[in-house]
């Protein structure tokens, strides 16, 4: 019986074979690991888009808790890296970027050690772009033309629309960079907007233009009366009728 009470009590003694393969090794069990670095920042709170125009980007959030050293804020388009910032504030601006793009951001805290949190993501599109250098192609007494360069971005189409009087007169959805309205009434003007429409379905502010369609001269004229002579001379008479134009 004392025998096995020693050996039970000598067992008890023996470190465990955890904490003995980390002395081996030079290292506690119980110290922290790298990772813990990771685990214990937060990442930021609270991201918000503040701002975005067709190049730009602003990006705002809240400050997380614990000893905040600074944030590592990345930008990515298509799964591929475009720029990293570092910064002290709680937002930050990303220039020079192309319009009508879906961009994404990655937001991290960076304690004073120098561990970085896990990131808080966003993302944003810039705006589209207009198209460019409308021009009235073609012009009749019912029809009216128009082109236009095609602008930078994931283009998905255009919205036209021709306007009367300030009123909505006709709308058309297009992939093509021209368009045509038929129908228009004669000896009028009419306004137009061009969109350009983004694939995410975003619509970009307008591009304007207007066109006279042309008039109709006067139909069916004819020579009503005629005096005794076939050339008039002071003191006769011609006259002269014609249909309404339509």
């Not at 980390?22 to 119980?30: D, I, L, V």
């Not at 214990?40 to 918000?48: F, H, T």
């Amino acid at each position: 019986m004392d025998y096995f009470c020693s050996l039970l009590f000598k067992l008890k003694d023996l470190p465990d074979a955890a904490d003995s393969l980390s002395e081996a090794s030079g290292h506690s069990s119980r110290e922290h690991q790298p990772n813990d670095l990771l685990n214990d920042a937060v990442p930021p709170g609270n991201v918000q888009v503040s701002n975005v125009s067709s190049s730009t980007v602003s990006l705002t959030w809240e400050t997380p808790a614990g000893e905040v050293g600074g944030y590592v804020v990345t930008c990515f388009y298509d799964s591929e890296t475009q720029r990293e910032q570092r910064t002290d504030s709680d937002t930050v601006t990303f220039s020079d970027l192309k319009p009508g793009l879906k961009y994404d951001f990655q937001i991290k805290t960076q304690l004073k050690s120098g561990g970085l949190s896990q990131p808080a993501l966003t993302s944003a599109h810039t705006d589209a772009v207009p198209p460019g250098n409308v021009q009235v192609s073609h012009v009749s007494s019912s029809t009216v033309s128009l082109t236009w360069e095609p602008p930078a971005g994931e283009v998905g189409g255009y919205v036209v629309t021709c306007f009367y009087d300030s009123e909505t007169h006709g709308e058309q959805t297009t992939d093509s960079d021209s368009v045509t309205f038929s129908d228009l009434k004669p000896g009028l003007k009419y306004d137009f907007q061009i969109k350009t429409q983004l694939k995410s379905g975003v619509l970009s502010q307008p591009a304007l233009t207007s066109a006279h369609t042309d008039a109709v001269p006067p139909g069916n004229v004819q020579v009503s009366h005629v005096s005794s002579s076939t050339c008039p001379l002071p003191g006769n008479h011609l006259l002269v009728r014609w249909g309404a134009m339509l």
